[in-house]
């Protein structure tokens, strides 16, 4: 049997439920704090691709494309007469430069066609998928347009 007043136990129920409302509020915090922790920008993170460019030391004049694919961009820039292609990764609206492979000159008129493979990175660190790419310049004036299928 209890023998507590109703005074007391009403006390008791408000002490109870002020305690769950603090718990709550800590646990509220928390997880906010958290969010924030793990959204916060890694040192090469930047606002647009030109920024990690310029930021990893890739010199360039010219952008010439950028091409989208799951969470990465295929950049083709250059610089006088060469071309070059890096890549970037996309995360949260910011840009991570992560390589650039080039050189393929856009003066190299002996030869129809000049080509350039590459394996580009998809990460910085080790284990990451490999974006295999062929790139060159035709130098043919009689083409006036290209479409690959």
């Excluded at 769950?20 to 509220?28: D, P």
């Excluded at 952008?63 to 995360?91: C, Q």
């Excluded at 080039?102 to 974006?131: D, Q, W, Y």
Aim: a negative charge; proline letters at 2%.
């Amino acid at each position: 049997m209890d023998y507590r007043s109703p005074r007391s136990c009403v006390r008791h129920k408000e002490v109870n439920d002020l305690k769950i409302k603090v718990s709550i509020f800590i646990i509220l915090i928390l997880l906010i704090a958290l969010i924030f922790l793990f959204q916060k920008d890694r040192p090469n993170d930047y606002a647009s691709i030109e920024v990690a460019m310029v930021n990893s030391n890739i010199v360039y004049d010219e952008i010439y494309y950028i091409t989208e694919n799951r969470g990465y961009s295929i950049v083709f820039y250059g610089e006088e007469d060469i071309l070059s292609v890096g890549i970037a990764t996309k995360k949260r609206s910011k840009y991570q430069w992560i390589y650039g492979f080039g050189s393929k000159h856009f003066n190299e008129t002996e030869h129809i066609l000049t080509r350039a493979f590459t394996n580009l990175p998809t990460e910085i660190s080790g284990n990451e998928e490999l974006v295999s790419l062929t790139f060159g310049v035709i130098n043919d004036r009689d083409i006036e347009n290209l479409k690959i299928q």
